[in-house]
């Protein structure tokens, strides 16, 4: 049998070598350990700074390329109002759309080419133009205009250079057929 000292005096050096661990590890450790977390904390801030310049030079890049765009379809608005200005100058159109469009941006393109936009109602009077109509599906009243009405569906409002030149491009078509058909009668 094991006597009671033998217990006791394993408690004691078990205790005893804890509380010389931990005073070890508290004291001499701690050096250590402050200095890898101040090294990785270091390398953090870097990196977040390194991200900010980057982020900030993205933004400025961002800002110039918008920039840039903005002046390209200016031009392309220029270049429309001198291909279009002689045939479409002084015609008037009547347009139509869905609340929740923004017209802004087309009526800035059909104004450089010199046509006269105006605001159709749903039952308003008979009109002397073609019709443009922005919605995404065609209204029900539209079945309710003269038979000898001219009108073109657009569902989406243009806003790229191309579209807006091709609504340009059947606009005028439009107009031509009207013409010849004026013509004829």
Partial sequence: MIHFRYHLLTLVSVFLALGVGILLGGTAGHS?????EQEVLTRMEAKYDQALKSNN????????????????NQDVIHLMAMRYANELQGSKIYYWHAPELNMARISQVMNSVGIELVPYKEKGALIDGPLLLFAPTKPE?????????RWLHVEQVPLTPASQWELLENVQKLLTEMRIEHEKS
Wanted: a neutral charge; aromatic letters at 10%.
């Fill in 57 to 72: 030079d993205l933004k400025q890049q961002m800002n110039r390329m918008l920039k840039e765009i903005e002046q390209s």
């Fill in 32 to 36: 250590w350990f402050a200095l890898g």
């Fill in 141 to 149: 009243w539209l079945s309710q205009l003269p038979e000898k009405s």
